[in-house]
């Protein structure tokens, strides 16, 4: 079994930065990939980064550069870098692994908003 747990999410101004977390607990850490999904209203929910267990990353175009994915595996805890926020990275962001089936975190609110 799996658990994950986000924080970090908040209100942030156009240009702004923003930190998440997401800590696991109940698996071997260092051997999972590690994903951050995010869902807006009316949208299906996307990959935005994934990290492997070798620190290999991968992201969607609209946030390279911007966002950094990264890991601490003595924390057992993945983040979320963000910066030079845009107003259509308004969603609820949530923390992916898979063992076996997919596992999801209870989500965390990003909103980016003037």
């Known amino acids: 079994q799996v658990q994950l747990v986000e924080s970090g999410g908040g209100l942030v101004q156009p240009g702004g930065s923003l930190r998440l977390s997401c800590a696991a607990s109940?698996?071997?850490?260092?051997?999972?990939?590690m994903g951050w999904y995010r869902q807006a209203p009316g949208q299906e929910r996307e990959l935005v980064a994934r990290?492997?267990?070798?620190?290999?990353?991968t992201y969607v175009d609209s946030v390279k550069g911007r966002f950094t994915i990264s890991r601490d595996n003595a924390k057992n805890t993945v983040y979320l870098e963000m910066n030079n926020l845009k107003p259509e990275d308004t969603a609820v962001y949530y923390c992916?692994?898979?063992?076996?089936?997919?596992?999801w975190g209870q989500g965390t609110q990003v909103a980016v908003s003037s």
């Open positions: 109940g698996s071997i850490f260092s051997a999972r990939t």
């Open positions: 990290i492997t267990p070798d620190g290999g990353t």
């Open positions: 992916n692994t898979i063992l076996g089936r997919n596992f």
